[in-house]
């Protein structure tokens, strides 16, 4: 049985990406956590999520945001900025040594610097079932990156490990 939250993060998931059943139910199974999982919600509405996915890259920990979405009557109102930002204090408290995630379209780009996200970065994820948390094109995994430790070193092609 699919607890609330789980059913609402499905259920926005279809409403904002348009992802097939089976890959919507991969993730659900092999990937979703809902300790991972950000969201906002009122008046009994979902409204928006992330989720902050853990993977290792060489020998660090680091964080991976992806699945930002906010219901398209919900757009405008700060809810996937406020998240973002609960993320990145969540990375910090976990000691992440940085977060990654993907923009969707080159204009999120711009957005994602306004909270310390750089850089474009060819990215790679490496898991058990094989899952995509790219693009789906791996040609166009190009990453934004936040550093959260001085010991942390960005490589030109980064390969994250579940």
Known sequence: MI????????????????????FISQFMQHHYNESNMLYIE????????????????NSYK????????????ARNKGYATQLIH???????KQGLSA???IPAKESLYKYYERFGF???????????DG??????EKDSDYASFLLLSPHYMITENILLEK
């Open 131 to 136: 899952f995509d948390f790219g693009t789906g």
């Open 42 to 57: 009122k008046d009994g509405k979902f409204l928006s999520m992330l989720h902050l996915l853990i993977f290792k890259h």
């Open 99 to 101: 977060i990654y995630l």
């Open 3 to 22: 607890k609330e939250p789980d059913k609402a993060c499905i259920e926005l998931w279809r409403e904002v990406f348009g992802d097939s059943e089976q």
């Open 118 to 128: 750089q850089g474009s970065r060819k990215i790679e994820f490496h898991t058990n």
């Open 86 to 92: 609960q993320a990145i204090e969540m990375a910090e």
């Open 62 to 73: 680091v964080g991976y945001i992806y699945a930002v979405a906010t219901s398209p009557k």
